[in-house]
């Protein structure tokens, strides 16, 4: 069954480097989210991605992040320079098309690990 | 912010049908009803959506009322891995994204 997949599972990294957390969304889908999961907390969408751009952006989502679709298969979350504040789960995802009905699929995270 | 009410947690027995509730009495003509969940430390997994009609599929049942003011997830006969956080959501319509907004969900404990 086809999956999103993501890597690295858990990435360590001291504050203020850069991080880099990538996906592979499932093959044909078009429509690309991250969100993440602060430990003990709600599930939050950070980004949309369609075409090459983003069609909608959180609060969450400053300037110190960025995303990309480098290639045809990999979707990119880059953090700039990462705070404590950022470590937490994060979560890509995506569906084939957008509308009310359609069923998002997520990977199984990244865990954020910032010290 | 999430449009949809659910009990904090719920415990079954292992084997025995599992009924988790969620109210929505917002929810509009259009709002289609999705359940997702999330084994621990793990990605949230779909597991049914309808819109009016009851629904089936391997993984679960979903009864809708008529009013369609609140929704039921039934897990026909619980295991130990129906251990999870059980969302009830409505996508988001104010924008052409559609995206999830997550509440705090059920949290099923199933015992063995």
Known sequence: ?115 | DAKTTQPNSMESNEEEPVHLPCNHSTISGTDYIHWYRQLPSQGPEYVIHGLTSNVNNRMASLAIAEDRKSSTLILHRATLRDAAVYYCILRDTTSGTYKYIFGTGTRLKVLA
């Open chain 1, 1 to 115: 069954e086809p999956e999103v997949t993501q890597t690295p599972s858990h990435q360590v990294t001291q504050m203020g480097q850069e991080v880099i957390l990538r996906c592979v969304p499932i093959s044909n889908h078009l429509y690309f989210y991250w969100y993440r999961q602060i430990l003990g907390q709600k599930v939050e969408f950070l980004v949309s991605f369609y075409n090459n751009e983003i069609s909608e952006k959180s609060e969450i989502f400053d300037d110190q992040f960025s995303v990309e679709r480098p290639d045809g298969s990999n979707f990119t979350l880059k953090i700039r320079s990462t705070k404590l504040e950022d470590s937490a789960m994060y979560f890509c995802a995506s569906s084939a098309r957008t509308g009310i009905k359609v069923e998002a699929f997520f990977g199984q995270g990244t865990r954020l690990t910032v010290v």
